[in-house]
């Protein structure tokens, strides 16, 4: 908690003092060119297709191999990451300080002590054979800036290592992408802390009498409550009609057809995760009820009082959706 | 039925404490030194009073004024909802607790940081699960979340519907400030503005300018309520309440009634100002001066045509012809309004329309202020009151 506030309350001077240190491991190697403790071999691709479930003969079956064009099996080209690793030694000793670990521990202690692979990516240029020795040498190859994630606020970095054979020959590469991130408090305490700014829009509170119409609106629908009873519509959506106090009641969806009957832009102050001047408007709905939602898609100066427009739901930003208003 | 209040609870003590950006102490501290002021210029004693009205809103309870103030028994204590919607709420609470015997000295006050503690301009930001979030929750998602974007909402139609333009709004700032400039205690003290500075200010929510914009202020204000018998023993000359009203209209929602078949208008205020009307006896003829509720400027000349001044789409011209300044029609907001002088939530202003009554403002003009108007805030549930000289 401690390391995450330190983060979160970083000066704009303490972040750049931060991100320099960080930015300067770019390009540094995290590893040198160096052999794998085992040759290619047969037993170790055999395991390897077992638990992947992979019966290529070309991998496993040396008569078979022996008379396709290659002449002699080859190492699944998705093996190539497996040559170089720690293996057990890792578990007993730990694994030995490098840049990258070097890297991973300074985000630490700023409180980035998440992490998450979120991708790999592998190209392949040679093939390899048993008898064959893999060589890696590994990069931090790029740094992002401070990205916020549904995760928390953090890094992505990405390693690039180089595969080579025995004759220095490429045999591929792989990058592998990984967020430091600082980890979200729960919900229900983030709420209470004003220092956690997740910047997306403020959702509504969903309760008894709304939820369902914002549950709606995460599928894609607007709906408009009406009275079983005497079938007006209602909205905001309420527990009893007030026309004839029925308390039954279902819901029509709304063809977003509307007419702007009044407008205004938020320019001051800024909110964070709003989208800069929201240009808001007071929309009367094809079926007869108004909503509050936004105008996008054209100028402010260009919209008036009268003019006709069209919704539809959208995702706004990583947790919203949305009716957004667009001229018709 | 007529409610039977009229002339039944006397305003006799007022206080505003010293208005300000960063007050450096407590809300509690400055209620305290509003009620305590007030207690003083009444000539009343702490003891004397037995009851308390404010905001749902303010933070300070009753008994903690009390025991800060030296207040003893306590028989009554009872708040009005609805932010700015309270300031004659509160009021009303005391003039039905003195009219009805419930308590006979009631202090009204409410004391707020408004700037250095929690400001109105951050916005809702629904953090907290109540109906009220809920209300909310159909405006944050979209950036509707600031009392000027909804007043500008309403404003952008009102104009539109009426063809009002910003030199009504601008007058009314211009005015206000006017007034401003001769009040110590107000923000802009001593200071002028012109077109040109208007037109220049900052924009804050389409057509809503900065000087369109009230203070955010630290402050606290007081008037206390008493019997007119009691009344007539004091210090100061007794300013009757001659009627007191609060109103909400069919589908009400705080500051966002967007969903009336014509929202470009205050019917709530028109229910307060026919029924202050009709309990005091008095026409809109009666009224000498004014305190209009003035978070945002347009929000003054709506009122104006609710209350009867003008009619609905006059209120342009109404002010433009100088009705609002010291020898015009009707004399408003003469401390500088919640634009100029400090927000109090409307407070400040029963202080004032009670000082222009007196005839102790500022800015007191020339001809005699028999009757004075004080109201609300508006787009909210709301109200008014009349009030006048006691034995005129
Ligand atoms: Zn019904």
Redo the contacts with the bound molecule.
């Keep these: 908690m401690g390391h995450q506030e330190e983060a979160l309350h970083m000066t704009p001077e303490e972040q750049k003092v931060f991100e320099d240190k960080l930015y300067a491991y770019v390009g540094v190697e995290v590893c040198s060119r160096k052999p794998a403790k085992d040759a290619v071999n047969e037993t170790m691709i055999r395991h390897w297709t077992e638990v992947m479930g992979d019966t290529n003969p070309a991998y496993t079956d040396p008569e078979w191999a022996a008379q396709s064009r290659r002449g002699k099996t080859i190492a699944p080209p998705a093996m190539m990451y497996v040559w170089n690793q720690e293996g057990y030694s890792v578990a007993s000793s730990g694994r030995a300080s490098d840049p990258q670990t070097e890297m991973a521990e300074m985000l630490n202690d700023h409180g980035f002590t998440g992490v998450l692979g979120t991708n790999v990516k592998q190209e392949y240029v040679k093939e390899i054979s048993p008898g064959d020795t893999v060589y890696v040498q590994m990069v931090i190859d790029n740094i992002s800036e401070r990205k916020v994630t549904a995760r928390g606020p953090g890094y992505f970095f990405e390693t690039l290592a180089t595969f080579s054979d025995q004759n220095g020959d490429t045999i591929g590469v792989q990058r592998f992408r990984v967020l430091k991130f600082i980890p979200q408090e729960q919900p229900a305490a983030s709420a209470s802390d004003d220092k956690l700014q997740v910047p997306t829009r403020i959702a509504s509170p969903r309760g008894h009498d709304n939820g369902w119409w914002w549950n709606a609106v995460d599928e894609g629908k607007v709906l408009i409550q009406r ?1 079983k ?2 079938q ?1 519509l209602r909205h905001p959506p309420r527990p009893m ?1 007030g ?2 106090q ?1 308390m039954e009641w279902d819901s029509i969806e709304s063809t977003l057809d509307g007419e702007i009957m009044s407008f205004t832009a938020l320019r001051h102050p800024k909110i964070p995760g709003y989208p800069a001047d929201p240009i808001c408007a007071v929309i009367k709905l094809g079926e007869g009820t108004n909503i509050v939602s936004n105008i996008v898609g054209c100028d402010f100066d260009d919209i008036a009082i009268g003019m006709k427009v069209k919704g539809k739901v959208e995702q706004v930003d990583e947790k919203t959706m949305l009716p957004q208003f667009y001229p018709a | 039925m007529v409610a039977n209040i009229k002339d039944k609870a006397v305003i006799v003590g007022v206080h505003n404490t010293k208005f300000s950006k960063d007050s450096g102490v407590s809300e509690l501290s400055l209620a305290a030194q509003a009620v305590k002021g007030a207690i003083d210029d009444a000539g009343l004693k702490p003891s004397d009073i037995d009851g308390f009205a404010t905001f749902t809103m303010d933070s300070n309870d009753e008994i903690e004024v009390a025991r800060a103030v030296g207040c003893g028994d306590l028989t009554f204590w009872g708040r009005s909802h609805y932010g700015g919607g309270a300031a004659t709420g509160s009021l009303h609470q005391a003039v039905m607790a003195v009219a009805t015997g419930m308590a006979e000295c009631v202090a009204v006050y409410r004391a707020l940081n408004g700037r250095s503690g929690q400001r109105f301009s951050s916005g809702v930001s629904g953090e907290i699960m109540t109906a009220d979030a809920i209300h909310w929750g159909w405006y944050m998602p979209y950036g509707l979340l600031t009392p000027a974007s909804w007043v500008a909402m309403f404003n952008q139609r009102w104009m539109h519907l009426t063809g009002v333009t910003k030199d009504a709004m601008f007058e009314v700032a211009h005015s206000t400030r006017e007034y401003a400039i001769n009040n110590p205690n107000a923000f802009f003290h001593g200071r002028s503005f012109d077109r040109a500075e208007y037109d220049a200010s900052r924009m804050i929510a389409d057509p809503l300018q900065l000087f369109d914009c009230c203070q955010e202020s630290d402050g606290a204000s007081c008037v206390i309520v008493t019997t007119p018998e009691r009344a007539r023993d004091l210090k100061q000359p007794g300013v009757a309440v001659r009627g007191v009203a609060q109103a909400a209209a069919p589908d009400q929602e705080q500051m966002t009634s967007f969903y009336r078949e014509e929202f470009a208008a205050i019917p709530e205020m028109e229910i307060a100002a026919k029924n202050c009307f009709e309990m005091s006896g008095l026409s809109v003829d009666d009224i000498d001066a004014a305190v209009i509720y003035d978070a945002f400027s347009p929000i003054v000349l709506w009122q104006l045509e609710a209350w009867g001044f003008c009619g609905f789409g006059e209120s342009g011209d109404f002010v433009l012809d100088g009705a609002l300044r010291p020898g015009g029609r009707l004399p408003t907001n003469t401390h500088g309004g919640q634009l100029s002088e400090a927000y109090i939530h409307g407070v400040n202003g029963i202080v004032e329309a009670t000082r222009l009554v007196r005839g102790q403002s500022r800015n007191q003009p020339e001809k005699d202020i028999n009757h004075a108007l004080v109201t609300s805030g508006v787009g909210i549930p709301t109200g008014g009151a009349l009030l006048g000289k006691l034995d005129y």
């Design positions: 009275c009873g005497c007006t009609c026309e004839c029925s």
